[in-house]
């Protein structure tokens, strides 16, 4: 009788994945409400602006519109989730059930960024938003503990870069950077509005020794790149998938990096890519496509992440399953991207090798070992290596 042994690592199962522990880097607070909470929420406020008003229905509007092809359609969809997210209940309770959401789904820490400037038409200032949205935080991390799961969420504020207030921003950020804001964040429509009209926040930023990244290289192309880094200085890339337009591939596969290109992987600049995302606003054409593969085969800084996850329909797990359908993927590979993200978190040194070495590497080990027994258990016909 012979031993039948696995002559390579088979792809993990949704199971594993989901159980695996993760790490997410770029998820919009306003982009992953409940649909339940957003119709009942609106009930609340008065707010009759839902294009449905099951649950079900929404969640699948919300998918359908986000699916345009376009970054701008994409972006009108957060019309919704703002409206209903005006007091401080709101947020409590959206940030709450993000923190038991994310820690349901395997993610150990996370960083959600949202724009203060977009929650005050009901009469909150700026101080009052930050306090809710921490407040929610708490919340779910107590609520995820109570249900087995841990789970650390930092949040990023988000400067809207077609606006005015990113100073102003930048030093609310600065002011709760021990409360829980660990940065700060540009975002909106790339095109027209380049990170530069905000030098006055990335120069005091730095100033204060603080961290931030940009939304750059998701519609916009290489020049949105090299600005955020070169003029502007930001720590990581929001995106950032059209590095890719810097990078030549031979028929024979020899890829060859232009100096920008080169400049990214030799910094470790870290890339926050988005695939589901990015293939609803045009950026990829397909998940088999998308130039995930080929930055992780060439060694960039380069880390999966949500984006949205009521308008992609996601999760971190199911990214994980798509580029694992894709591209055969792993649980070292996942692990890879995983500690990626979290030696590109910006929380201090000490923190992200804590949470690699106590968390993250463990949870995987664990999840090896249960792959190995099931793989070499005894089966019809043969015998298992431990026998």
């Known amino acids: 009788m012979t031993s039948q042994l696995p002559t390579a690592p088979k792809p993990p199962t949704a199971d594993q994945i989901r159980r695996a522990p993760k790490v997410l880097l770029h998820d919009h607070l306003d982009g992953g409400p409940r649909p339940g909470t957003l119709i009942e929420l609106a009930g609340e406020t008065g707010y009759q602006g839902l294009p449905e008003t099951e649950a079900d229905?929404?969640?699948?509007?919300?998918?359908?519109?986000?699916?345009?092809?376009?970054?701008?359609?994409y972006l009108d969809t957060f019309t919704h989730t703002n409206a209903v997210m005006q007091t401080r209940e709101a947020l409590v309770r959206v940030a709450a059930e993000c923190a038991e959401d994310l820690a349901e789904d395997g993610v150990?820490?996370?960083?959600?960024?949202?724009?203060?400037?977009?929650?005050l038409a009901a009469g909150l200032g700026l101080e009052e938003v930050v306090e809710a949205v921490n407040e929610g935080f708490r919340l779910g991390e107590r609520r995820a503990r109570e249900n087995g799961h841990r789970i650390r969420v930092g949040t990023l504020l988000t400067a809207m870069r077609h606006a005015a207030r990113s100073l102003e921003v930048a030093q609310l950020a600065n002011r709760h950077r021990d409360s829980g804001v660990v940065g700060f964040d540009i975002a909106g429509a790339e095109a027209g509005h380049p990170p530069t009209r905000h030098l006055d926040a990335f120069d005091y930023?730095?100033?204060?020794?603080?961290?931030?990244t940009i939304h750059a290289g998701e519609a916009f192309g290489l020049p949105s790149i090299w600005e955020a880094l070169q003029r502007c200085g930001a720590d990581r890339l929001g995106h950032g998938v059209r590095i890719v337009d810097d990078i030549t591939v031979a028929e024979d596969g020899t890829a060859t990096l232009g100096r920008l290109a080169s400049y990214v992987r030799d910094?470790?600049?870290?890339?926050?890519?988005?695939?589901?995302?990015?293939?609803?606003?045009?950026?990829?054409?397909?998940?088999?496509?998308?130039?995930?593969d080929l930055l992780r085969r060439l060694r960039f800084r380069v880390t999966v992440n949500t984006d949205n996850r009521l308008m992609s329909g996601t999760s971190v797990s199911r990214e994980f399953e798509r580029l694992t359908e894709a591209f055969g993927y792993t649980l070292d590979d996942i692990a890879w991207f995983t500690v990626n993200a979290?030696?590109?978190?910006?929380?201090?040194?000490?923190?992200?090798?804590?949470?690699?070495?106590?968390?993250?590497?463990?949870?995987?080990?664990a999840l090896k070992s249960e792959w190995l027994f099931t793989e070499t258990a005894p089966t019809s016909g043969s015998v298992s290596s431990r026998g």
Request: proline share 7%; glycine share 4%; hydrophobic share 40%.
């Open 205 to 212: 930023l730095r100033h204060e020794n603080n961290h931030f």
């Open 57 to 73: 229905k929404l969640g699948h509007w919300f998918r359908e519109a986000s699916d345009s092809g376009s970054l701008e359609r």
């Open 267 to 292: 910094k470790r600049v870290p890339l926050e890519l988005c695939p589901t995302s990015n293939l609803q606003t045009g950026a990829a054409a397909s998940y088999a496509e998308h130039p995930v």
């Open 108 to 119: 150990v820490y996370a960083e959600v960024r949202y724009a203060p400037e977009l929650h």
């Open 342 to 365: 979290m030696k590109s978190a910006f929380i201090p040194f000490n923190e992200r090798l804590a949470l690699i070495n106590d968390v993250i590497k463990p949870g995987y080990a």
